[in-house]
């Protein structure tokens, strides 16, 4: 029986998922893996900041907001998403992610798509979707950054 080696997505998507475990986050975990020449840049995972009480810890800081069609939203004041925490350590790090692709367990909220298109993220690729209907009015204006699902 021929061994079948996963694609470079695959591969990197795995990853990606490791790297959610550390999430310590109660409502979901994500991962995220930015990766340039195949090589692995940042990673991230969703949680408090370093140094700050975890949500696993002393619970979530849940507020609701309400988005321009009406639809109510909660989101924890206490969590970093796992995308902005891997642009955090390529900042920290001093490494350039220019042109780079990222891996996300979750396509990204509106927000950390618009720091990822601030950042020069090419690609956005993701396992599963999450609220993709909300980039909608984004994505006619940014054909330079592709998002691509990604099947394990």
């Known amino acids: 029986m021929a061994n079948v080696r ?42 408090a900041p370093s140094g700050l009480p975890h949500c696993l810890d002393v619970g979530c800081l849940i507020y609701r907001s309400t988005t321009p069609t009406g639809e109510v939203e909660e989101n ?9 925490n891997a642009i955090a350590q390529a900042a920290k790090n001093g490494t350039s992610i ?19 298109v601030n950042t020069g993220i090419v690609r956005i ?8 209907h909300t980039l ?3 994505l006619e204006y940014t054909p330079h950054v592709r998002l691509h699902k990604v099947d394990l």
């Open 76 to 84: 924890c004041f206490r969590t970093i998403h796992a995308e902005i």
């Open 125 to 132: 690729c993701y396992e599963k979707e999450y609220k993709l």
């Open 98 to 116: 220019r042109d780079a692709t990222i891996y996300i367990t979750h396509t990204p909220c509106i927000h950390c798509f618009k720091v990822l």
């Open 6 to 47: 996963p694609s470079w997505d695959q591969y990197f998507l795995t990853i990606t998922r490791t790297v959610a475990e550390r999430s310590t986050c109660l409502r979901a975990k994500v991962g995220a893996v930015i990766v340039r020449d195949k090589n692995i840049l940042a990673t991230g995972y969703n949680g």
């Open 136 to 138: 909608s009015p984004l």
